[in-house]
């Protein structure tokens, strides 16, 4: 499978605990994106990276959100002092830059994230 | 502010009966808008495009700027069809997108 690859899949973690999740984007894609979504609702958008520089970030993403992508290829995502609202799924895509309009955004299975 | 709005949460059909999933958008500019899907187990996955005009599926989907609706059709639908839609609008700087809520469909037998 060459589509968008996520690690953990799932990860549980104490509250206070830090974690990271990474993102491997189809190859060539110079666009990458990270989503989160909760029970019940559509996917919202946390930020946004063009190769190594980070263009976008939502109001959604903290301080203790940080987001990175330093060879302009994977991206990890770090949460620190986790909270239980944390708990979501965090769904990274990617995207190529030519044949706008119409450029389609492909997303990974996601990583489930569980603060207890 | 930007806004995407699926109203029905559920939509419970049988094979064969049409089904539409509603999407009302909220855009002060020249929208483009998609539909993806995920089925269980899997990954969200582009739909269709309004761009393209095209069927996917035997879905099909009109965007009416006058409405400011872009709601996804199949006249028959099938068992297979069963999962959540999301209708999602894209930005035009940046690529992001704005998701609505979803709507998860059941075609029963």
């Known amino acids: 499978d060459t589509g968008v690859s996520q690690n953990p899949r799932h990860k549980i973690t104490k509250r206070g605990q830090n974690v990271t999740f990474r993102c491997d984007p189809i190859s060539e894609h110079n666009r990458l994106y990270w989503y989160r979504q909760t029970l019940g609702q559509g996917p919202e958008f946390l930020t946004y990276?063009?190769?190594?520089?980070?263009?976008?970030k939502s109001r959604l993403l903290s301080d203790r959100f940080s987001a990175e992508r330093p060879k302009g290829s994977f991206s990890t995502l770090e949460i620190q002092r986790t909270e239980q609202g944390d708990s979501a799924m965090y769904l990274c895509?990617?995207?190529?830059?030519?044949?706008?309009?119409?450029?389609?955004?492909?997303f990974g299975e996601g990583s489930w994230l569980t603060v207890v | 502010a930007q806004r995407v709005t699926q109203p029905e949460k559920l939509l419970s059909v049988f094979k064969g009966a049409p089904v539409e999933l509603k999407c009302n958008y909220s855009y002060s500019g020249s929208p483009e808008l998609f539909w993806y899907v995920q089925y269980s187990r899997q990954r969200l996955q582009l739909l269709l495009r309004?761009?393209s005009r095209e069927s996917i599926k035997g879905f099909t989907a009109d965007l009416n700027k006058g409405e400011t609706s872009f709601h996804l059709k199949k006249p028959f639908a099938q068992e297979e069809d069963s999962a959540m839609y999301y209708c999602?609008?894209?930005?035009?700087?940046?690529?992001?997108?704005?998701f609505g809520g979803g709507t998860r469909v059941l075609v029963k037998p």
């Open positions: 999602a609008l894209k930005w035009p700087a940046g690529n992001k997108l704005t």
């Open positions: 309004h761009i």
């Open positions: 895509a990617s995207s190529t830059r030519r044949g706008r309009p119409g450029n389609t955004i492909y």
């Open positions: 990276f063009q190769n190594e520089a980070q263009l976008e």
